[in-house]
């Protein structure tokens, strides 16, 4: 049984012949390969390569094509802080200045933003290389992430003070999440 009949089996609840093998190896893959962090998470050969080199060594069931979960929050404004041995970090927040009443972002990331293009790029390279028996995994940033990089630490008084604006806030983070996992789909 190859790794992605496996996994997908165990998405399905039916017996598999060994436990489901997932390394998610992040900018891990890049220190296989000799790439510092911001090198591997903004060069689509180099990930691509450390990501074939995870295969190689890991032989997984499944790998995540990419785990940064900044990749919205760049798109949509956010100062991102990088660095030679982790994923970037938001350094800044775009609606952490404005008050309660901040309007909210009407931006929906594209395909053609940000390096979302790399980003597909990548899983359509790995697809083909390896998508027949690793089954392949595209993360996105989760509704409550993605609201604190855009609102700050603010976000949390928000939502004991400004519940009916914070469920806005999420409902615009679940549209996001909902167009990256198309693109990711595709």
Partial sequence: MDGKTRLLKTFAHEPVDKVVWVPFAGIHAGKLKGYPADELLTNGEKLFESLMEVNRLYSPDGQPVLFDLQIE??????????SKKTPPSVSSHPLELEGADYLLPAKI??????????VLDVMKRMKEAVGESTALFGLVTGPLTLASHLRGTKLFFDMLR??????KLFSYCVTVAKAMISYYIE
Avoid at 73 to 82: D, F, H, P, Q, S
């Fill in 73 to 82: 929050a760049e798109i949509l404004g956010c100062g991102m802080k990088w």
């Fill in 109 to 118: 990331p594209e395909r053609t933003d940000g390096r979302l293009p790399l």
């Fill in 162 to 167: 400004h519940k009916e604006k914070s469920q």
